[in-house]
């Protein structure tokens, strides 16, 4: 099972947006509505910010949101703010129980 | 508020067995289902494995010869056996909630801080 591709880093001033990738196959984001979405601070644990490819877990900001367009999943960031600046993961079921991580894109906010 | 911790050595030496605990607090082990995730220092997660609250288990196809996850509902906790360890195991190691309905699988909600543990003699 190979990692989900992302790219390595993405930037934005404050205020703008940004969309970040996540490519899979046809075996995991593409068969399935299960992507998520991770938000991971310096030295502290992940934190989902959407799952179901859409949804967002109560208390996170209506300035993210995801979207999946065939075998790639999108997280986009709207009115970027400083704290927005992390690591971000893809994760998406990859079918007979096995899970699956993209391999994280640096949010730089300029 | 679910909350997790994960325990066991810091330090394990090259060949051996590294092995941790994740207790859950706030919340019944029974009817969840569990797993372990591993960030190696300044790279990305790596899914390593689940267990459910009835005990069945899924494994990493990379990790699954050597890995073990085991549930202990009596003391709300379930740990992770890795043998035969290398320098390539040194890694953070996360415990975390897998939300699961209806034996369909969501995302990972609730996550412990993390653990570092490192394989060196």
């Known amino acids: 099972q190979s990692a989900l591709t992302q790219p390595a880093s993405v930037s934005g001033s404050p205020g703008q947006s940004i969309t970040i990738s996540c490519t899979g196959t046809s075996s995991d984001v593409g068969s399935y509505n299960l992507v998520s979405w991770y938000q991971q601070h310096p030295g502290k644990a992940p934190k989902v910010m959407i799952y179901e490819g859409s949804k967002r877990p109560s208390g996170v900001s209506n300035r993210f949101s995801g979207s999946k367009s065939g075998n790639t999943a999108s997280l986009t960031i709207s009115g970027l703010q400083a704290e927005d600046e992390a690591d971000y993961y893809c994760?998406?079921?990859?079918?007979?129980?096995?899970?699956?991580f993209g391999g994280g894109t640096k949010l730089t906010v300029l | 508020q679910v909350q997790l911790q994960e325990s066991g050595p810091g330090l394990v030496k090259p060949s051996e067995t590294l092995s941790l605990t994740c207790t859950v607090s706030?919340?019944?082990?029974?009817?969840?289902?569990w797993s372990w995730i591993r960030q190696p220092p300044g790279k990305g997660l790596e899914w390593i494995g689940f267990i459910s609250y009835r005990g069945g288990t899924n494994y990493n196809p990379s990790l699954k010869s050597r890995v073990t996850i085991s549930v202990d509902t009596s003391k709300n906790q379930f740990s992770l056996k890795l043998n035969s360890v290398t320098a390539a195991d040194t890694a953070v190691y996360y415990c975390?909630?897998?939300?699961?309905?209806?034996?369909?699988?969501?995302?990972?909600?609730?996550w412990g801080q993390g653990t570092l543990v490192t394989v060196s003699s």
């Open positions: 975390a909630r897998y939300y699961c309905t209806n034996d369909i699988c969501y995302y990972f909600d609730y």
């Open positions: 994760g998406s079921y990859a079918g007979s129980s096995i899970w699956v």
């Open positions: 706030g919340g019944s082990i029974n009817r969840n289902y």
